[in-house]
């Protein structure tokens, strides 16, 4: 059995509300498998499918050959799960939380502490092991979350918008956990509406909008499939933005991509060669420009291409 996870059909609906309609997905075993897509998409759904908490109303799904409604004790078995909140007791300390799940997870008294101690000297928490968890950073939070789905060492791993509101420091740490994780052989499946934890974490890639996939592939695959190039501009003012936009699509046709910043333009380019003609036009017209590049499209460019919409909006659509 060479998938550790397979749907066919998967649909999930909440009242009026379709949550997931009809996705298929074919995870590896050992690998880093990416649900990527804003708020609200159904990705939260799908794990939450998978690791037996929900039951979908149409459609099949197998964890490691096991069917997740018939036979969801066995799934149950061989997975663990970090949601996006807290899991863990605050009031305890990040020891106690440790050998809490081990005595839980059967494991005796001396067999529960050697494991927290090895755990909590892994995710470095050693010396924050006598402390409360509600004294933990965010990161610190994470990590003893992970620690926790890892007391047993699950075959599959389902990590829930992991690195949610967490700083550009504590995410870079949970990325070297989720990859250290990964190493040891065990199978994860990851949630995020992060393009670049997406890009950086995940072998391959699902985009997941209003409870479809909507593309599958690996990340060069999905930034492949909207062209060759990018081209990225940053502009010297805000105000020249409209002119610089009306310019580019002048030469580029429907290939400018809406971004956040007001200042920049990223737009997609059949071939390098048409940068020369979007700088001569800008240039011409005494647009000022302050940076120029060409490179491979990003994941916020696949996204826009997909949906129509850049991810930030569609994230923020969403949240209501």
């Known amino acids: 059995m060479s998938n550790a996870i397979e749907t066919n059909g998967l649909v999930k609906s909440f009242g009026e509300t379709r949550a997931l309609n009809g996705v298929d997905l074919r995870i590896r075993k050992g690998s880093v498998f990416g649900l990527l897509g804003p708020n609200g998409a159904g990705k939260t759904t799908a794990i939450r499918i998978l690791a037996t908490l929900l039951r979908p109303d149409a459609g099949t799904a197998t964890v490691l050959g096991h069917d997740v409604v018939r036979e969801a004790a066995m799934v149950r078995q ?21 050998v809490l799940m081990g005595r839980l997870l059967g494991l005796w008294w001396r067999g529960a502490r ?3 101690a090895e755990l909590l000297e892994a995710f470095g928490l050693a010396e924050a092991a006598g402390r409360q968890v509600q004294t933990y950073s965010g990161g610190m939070r994470r990590r003893i979350d992970i620690a926790a789905s890892l007391v047993t060492i699950p075959e599959i791993l389902f990590l829930d918008e992991l690195t949610t509101g967490l700083d550009p420091r504590s995410r870079n740490q949970v990325w070297d956990l989720v990859r250290r994780i990964a190493d040891e052989g065990t199978t994860v499946l990851l949630t995020t509406q992060y393009l670049d934890e997406a890009d950086r974490l995940a072998e391959r890639l699902a985009v997941i909008d209003h409870g479809r996939v909507i593309a599958e592939g690996t990340s060069r695959d999905l930034k492949a499939s ?3 190039s990018a081209l990225h501009v940053r502009l010297a003012s805000a105000e020249q933005r409209a002119r610089a936009q009306e310019l580019v699509a002048r030469v580029l046709g429907d290939g400018v991509v809406p971004v956040t910043d007001p200042t920049t333009l990223t737009a997609r380019l059949a071939s390098p060669a048409q940068a020369a003609a979007v700088l001569t036009a800008l240039t011409q017209d005494s647009v000022d420009v302050t940076e120029f590049s060409v490179g491979n499209p990003t994941l916020d460019e696949v996204f826009f291409a997909l949906t129509g919409r850049p ?5 923020t659509e969403a949240k209501p």
């Open 226 to 228: 909207v062209g060759s």
């Open 311 to 315: 991810a930030e909006d569609a994230a």
């Open 78 to 98: 061989k997975v663990s799960l970090t949601g996006q909140y807290a899991s863990v007791d605050e009031d305890l300390t990040g020891q106690e939380n440790l």
């Open 114 to 116: 050697l494991r927290a």
